[in-house]
């Protein structure tokens, strides 16, 4: 079992950053593969970032990539997801989600564990 708690969003004007973080419970936070989700109001769940349990490997998706950075601190059991040259349509609820399998990274479905989401919102 794994829980999840989120922290850092709030109201940034654009072309500013935040990180993210995401604190996880329980000993074997190593073993899992950790993700970011976003949501927007109207709007479905979308992939944002994930990192493989050692931190090695990650996947973005292209709305995000060169502007947002996953990492992972195992000894803190912390995720972050650095944030720069946020844009307005960053604004969202931001997720954390923990799975244990690699694949099929973008797809919400697959993760196990979800924090409870922390809002992001850039105004223009």
């Known amino acids: 079992q794994v829980q999840l708690v989120e922290s850092g969003g709030g109201l940034v004007q654009a072309g500013d950053s935040l990180r993210l973080s995401c604190a996880a419970s329980?000993?074997?936070?190593?073993?899992?593969?950790m993700g970011w989700f976003r949501q927007a109001p109207g709007k479905e769940r979308e992939f944002v970032a994930a990192?493989?349990?050692?931190?090695?490997?990650?996947s973005y998706a292209d709305s995000v990539k060169g502007r947002f950075t996953i990492s992972r601190d195992n000894a803190k059991n912390t995720v972050y997801l650095q944030m720069n040259s946020l844009k307005p349509e960053d604004t969202a609820a931001y997720y954390c989600?923990?799975?244990?399998?690699?694949?099929?990274?973008?797809?919400?479905?697959?993760?196990?564990?979800w924090g409870q989401g922390t809002q992001v919102t850039v105004s223009s």
């Open positions: 989600a923990a799975k244990q399998k690699w694949g099929g990274n973008s797809r919400a479905d697959v993760y196990d564990y």
């Open positions: 990192i493989m349990w050692n931190g090695v490997s990650t």
């Open positions: 329980g000993r074997t936070f190593s073993s899992y593969i």
